[in-house]
């Protein structure tokens, strides 16, 4: 058995405690850097998008969110949401069930095409949308011949926000699925559950938390998304137009008070979605230690 020499025994304790144990004004610095970096890009433009909008004070504020193409993109962002996250949660639950606890050919082609998305820029998923879709694309003429509009159309923002948000649900549950193994599938299995009494009363409730957390991003992202769906919408306004795009309508013509009006809206939504996500994360990361005891 080989013995490591005292000193360079006494050198990797030391290495070892330095990297856990900075001294103080090392901590310092680290946090001081932390929290200026927030402050200066995430705490400073709230506060700011805030006091603009309530500048012309609460009147200007309802009067901008009330106007009726305002009305009308809050209804077309609620409207794509509510279509774009079950559809995600569907497909969420279905791929991560499919990669966490089955092997089949594809398997690993699957796991990747899940995080497509995150390396293909919104505004060209939009593209291809168009180039699909629209009237000089590839399935254009057809679709103009049944009388069917999907590009410069709801239907065409329902699709680029489905596409720009489908990972969120997956890559929340898939490495939970992982973690927790098919030890319970099968145990449930051999007591004689079907296939879906399996997934319904041991598959789901081992992962809840975990899809409500991803369910939560999803419906930030489908709320806030800009770039796909400002490709495919036209800008119609009072048609076509959701939240972002709206706001940028508004900015674009000089109109700053009802520009930050909207854009507070929206900023609400995020604070609401980040004391919720805080909440899941809390309960999430309660599970996974429960998991890993296990």
């Known amino acids: 058995m080989s013995h490591v020499p005292l000193g360079l025994d006494f050198i990797a304790e030391d290495r070892a405690r330095s990297v856990t144990t900075e001294r103080h004004p090392v901590r310092f610095a680290l946090i001081l850097t932390a929290v200026a970096f927030l402050t200066l890009f995430l705490l400073l433009p709230l506060f700011a998008v805030f006091s603009e909008a309530f500048r012309a004070g609460f009147g200007g504020v309802w009067n901008a969110i009330s106007e009726p193409d ?173 939240m972002p795009l709206h706001v940028e309508i508004l900015y674009n013509e000089y109109n700053f008070a009802a520009a930050f009006a909207v854009a507070s809206l929206l900023a609400l939504l995020a604070l609401v979605t980040l004391v919720v996500k805080v909440g899941l994360e809390w309960r999430y990361a309660g599970q996974i230690a429960g998991a890993n005891r296990h």
Request: proline share 5%; hydrophobic share 55%.
């Open 70 to 242: 305002a009305v009308a993109a809050m209804k077309l962002t609620l409207l794509v949401a509510a279509i774009a996250v079950p559809a995600n949660l569907i497909f969420g639950l279905a791929a991560s069930w499919a990669i966490a606890k089955f092997e089949f050919p594809g398997k690993s082609i699957l796991n990747t095409l899940t995080d497509l998305p995150f390396s293909v820029s919104p505004v060209i998923s939009g593209l291809v949308y168009v180039l699909l879709f629209g009237l000089q694309g590839y399935f254009g003429p057809w679709l103009q011949s049944e009388g069917i509009q999907i590009i410069f159309a709801v239907p065409g923002i329902v699709l680029a926000t489905i596409f720009v948000t489908f990972p969120f649900v997956a890559r929340e549950l898939v490495p939970l699925m992982q973690e927790q193994g098919t030890q319970d599938e099968e145990a449930a299995l051999s007591l004689g559950a079907s296939g879906f009494q399996t997934f319904w009363r041991v598959t789901l409730p081992n992962v809840k938390w975990a899809l409500l957390y991803g369910v939560i991003l999803c419906n930030a992202r489908a709320m806030g998304e800009f770039g796909a769906v400002s490709v495919v919408s036209g800008h119609i306004r009072g048609k076509t137009n959701t």
